[in-house]
């Protein structure tokens, strides 16, 4: 089977290709996205921190100098609200947007919300266990950290409920040669999510509170635009990644009941646990770069204006850096997994993320004497973010 990212079979299974890859072929030519694949760790994460790469090459071409198509007009309030946002801008603009929103991520700050988090996610779980299961996804992935990340921006309760489907439907731009419908939703939700962002931001310069949008307002040097890309960037990787990795990561349970009977029977490993399942199947398989610079990779000239696609996906199982990769250990010692990227664009939002999961994994091993199975899960369409559908589970007990 060929890398091909919208084959479903390939979705889903796509492991014994990166093992191809990385043996035969570590920087290859993909021509239907006309990218630069790469699928071993040490290039991967060597190219994630080369400054002569970026998220983006607006800072210093045009379209035209990159041989790129200039973007439709009904695209424009997708960008707008994207490129606002630090994750697709370079320094000087991306040091400081990071600067000022990295105040409300500190380790104390963030671990000062564990007894919240344990708390929303005890109550999802209990919901959960008392009606006897379902849909894991909908009913504990997704609320937990979206009503994490809507309590710190203050979201009004509400409100929340829109919040979900915005994202959704704003990372459907992110997939691979995305279809026009994808366009035009993602421009949609982006349009209307920044529309809410700023009259919320309107109001709480009026009348701040203690939550983040309020101190946000409170930032002469920010803009109106860098609030609201400051805002939809939190949501989106505030909570894409949590709700793919429980997804993810108790599939993968299900897929090796010993290393689940190890978790029940010693939470003392839940955090290695937890580095271990992004690992096993990291949520975000692809992550894109622009080469800026001339570079060269196992002898391979890359030229600027490319675009490389690092396989995360690949990276994390490559048998270089990790013994027996394609095994699931919930207690790996050794984890340099690249899941949260690396490099000045590492993930700000990593800590959080990990108490989250922490915590819902915990409770759900706390109020579950016997999680089973209902069905096997399938994969939704998209590679780039990858996830299930749902994950249908009973309690027994």
């Known amino acids: 089977m060929p890398f091909d990212p919208w084959d479903p079979d390939f979705v889903a299974h796509p492991y014994r290709v990166y093992d191809e890859l990385r043996r ?44 790129r198509p200039q973007e439709p007009d009904f695209q424009e309030p997708f960008w707008r609200v994207i490129r606002a946002g630090m994750l697709d801008v370079e320094p000087p603009v991306h040091t400081r947007l990071r600067r000022l929103v990295s105040r409300a991520f500190t380790p104390r700050m963030v671990e000062s919300l564990r007894p919240r988090v344990r708390a929303i996610a005890e109550r999802l779980v209990a919901a959960y266990a008392d009606k ?44 691979l040669n995305p279809g026009s419908q994808a366009q035009h939703t993602a421009a949609r939700a982006a349009e209307e ?32 635009d860098e609030l609201v890309g400051t805002c939809v960037l939190l949501l989106n990787a505030g909570h894409e990644a949590t709700v793919n990795v429980t997804g993810n990561g108790w599939w993968a349970l299900f897929r090796n009941p010993g290393e689940l009977q190890r978790l029940r029977e010693d939470r003392s490993l839940l955090p290695t646990a937890v580095e271990e399942l992004m690992r096993w199947d990291t949520p975000l398989q692809m992550f894109e770069r622009w080469v800026l610079e001339d570079i060269e990779v196992h002898g391979v000239r890359i030229p600027r204006g490319s675009e490389v696609a690092l396989l995360f996906g690949s990276a994390n199982r490559d048998p270089a850096v990790f013994d027996d990769p394609d095994r699931l250990d919930v207690g790996r010692a050794d984890n340099p997994h690249i899941s949260f990227g690396a490099g000045i664009h590492f993930c700000l939002g990593a800590p959080l993320a990990r108490i989250e999961l922490i915590e819902s994994f915990g409770a759900l091993l706390d109020r579950a004497p016997k999680l089973e199975l209902r069905q096997e899960p399938t994969w939704k369409p998209g590679y780039v973010i990858r996830g299930l559908r749902s994950l249908e589970l009973t309690f027994a007990g």
């Open 132 to 175: 006897g299961g379902g849909d894991l996804i909908a009913e504990v992935a997704e609320p937990l950290p979206v009503t994490v990340i809507a309590e710190m921006l203050g979201v009004p309760d509400q409100d929340r409920h829109l919040l979900r489907p915005w994202s959704a439907d704003i990372c459907l731009m992110y997939e």
């Open 24 to 67: 035969q072929a570590p920087v290859s030519y993909f021509e239907p996205t006309g990218q630069w694949l790469v699928s071993r760790h040490a290039d991967v994460n060597a190219l994630l921190r080369d400054r002569r790469l970026g998220r983006s090459y607006l800072h210093v071409a045009t379209h035209e100098e990159f041989g």
């Open 193 to 224: 999510f920044a529309g809410y962002l700023k009259s919320l931001a309107a109001r709480r310069r009026r009348a701040p509170g203690d939550d983040l949008i309020s101190a946000l307002t409170q930032i002469p040097e920010l803009t109106e």
